[in-house]
């Protein structure tokens, strides 16, 4: 995706995505209209449950949490010219990874177990990305095509392992046990509980500070390293980068394992902070919705924290919209995703040349 050279940097990196939002606000808007409801009172009720009590923050900022795992994971792979859409089928992998350690080794004490699930979710989610990260480098197969076709294989395979192998024993639902208690990671309400501080019963848990930690890494990372010096050039033009004899096929596979396993710390705040076990709808889109947070937050840490709480407001608005007017559906909510999707990825320079007419003309005064 180019970016627009005849803008100021503040308005292709605010005022582009700004206005992309408004667009696919405004055309979820037309939509709402037609099925007969107010899209100003929708908004509202959506902003309200979303930021306007407790506990809906505290959804929020869960689905926040997981939403920015995934946005970095695309992100990271965008860096290195590659569009990594496979971050679904590494979350799958990556949660195989998790379950495998707390059904194994749950009789081990929390701090042993939960270090070890990190562990295994990053390495189950970079595994699961260096596949088509090698095929791209050495073969020339193309990633979207790769990672594509893996999120089915992924699919695929955690049915299998959970309808056939992982199933908890005289159960019909194809999800496994729960966890030891001693493998849930805490909940934020029950931290504060011990600092004399009451918040409402919600998921959010402590992986929501390792999402912030790992933004301020991976600016660090990309921004302030000499790997993250060879990421970038081989982004953005990967024949100068082999000339000037920076090793490509490995900056691209190392690319891909690192945004493999930031797409499989989102398994960590779902299984060991919600649900505490493996079921088939627990990814629930998220590694697709990460490709939305990366292109809005053009791929920056912060960027990607602002436009993640965005996606994270509109699940949690949604759901409780839904509630409220059941005119709208999840369904339509999704339609909000895709349209943001839409906007900020197929149509991002939409609005570059009236910009550009815009900046031009008041430079002339």
Request: glycine fraction near 10%; include cysteine; proline fraction near 5%.
């Amino acid at each position: 995706m180019s970016q627009p050279s005849n803008l100021p940097r503040w308005a292709t990196l605010w005022l582009m995505p700004v206005l992309n939002l408004f667009a696919a606000l405004l055309v979820s808007g037309l939509v709402i209209t037609l099925i007969g409801e107010d899209p100003v009172e929708c908004l509202q009720l959506m902003i309200n449950g979303a930021f306007g009590y407790p506990e809906g923050i505290g959804y929020t900022l869960f689905y926040t949490t997981s939403f920015i795992f995934t946005g970095l994971a695309v992100a990271a792979a965008f860096h290195a010219g590659l569009f990594n859409i496979g971050g679904e089928g590494q979350m799958y992998l990556a949660g195989l990874g998790v379950t495998l350690i707390c059904l194994g080794l749950d009789f081990l004490p929390g701090w042993v177990v939960i270090p070890l699930a990190l562990l295994a979710s990053m390495v189950f989610g970079a595994a699961w990305a260096f596949i088509p990260g090698y095929l791209q480098a050495k073969r020339g197969s193309h990633i979207v095509v790769t990672t594509i076709m893996f999120n089915f294989i992924a699919s695929a395979l955690m049915t299998w392992l959970l309808v056939d192998k992982l199933i908890m024993p005289g159960s019909q639902t194809p999800a496994t046990r729960l966890f030891a208690e001693s493998a849930w990671i805490p909940m934020l309400h029950e931290l504060a509980a011990n600092l004399g501080v009451e918040l409402p019963q919600t998921p959010l848990n402590a992986t929501f500070f390792l999402a912030l930690i790992s933004l301020v890494v991976f600016y660090l990372m990309v921004w302030r390293s000499r790997w993250g010096y060879a990421l970038r050039t081989v982004g953005l033009n990967e024949k100068a980068a082999r000339y000037a004899g920076m090793p490509v096929s490995k900056v691209i596979i190392v690319a891909m394992c690192f945004s493999g396993a930031l797409a499989g710390l989102a398994a960590v705040n779902e299984l060991l902070g919600s649900t505490h076990r493996m079921n088939l709808a627990f990814t629930n889109g998220i590694g697709f919705v990460g490709i939305a947070v990366a292109l809005m937050g053009r791929n920056h840490p912060f960027g990607i924290l602002l436009s993640a709480l965005l996606f994270g407001a509109l699940t949690q608005g949604g759901l409780d919209l839904s509630f409220e007017k059941p005119a709208i559906t999840h369904e339509m909510i999704i339609l909000t995703q895709g349209l943001i999707i839409l906007f900020c990825g197929a149509l991002e320079n939409l609005f570059q040349t009236p910009l550009a007419l815009a900046f031009k003309q008041m430079m002339k005064r």
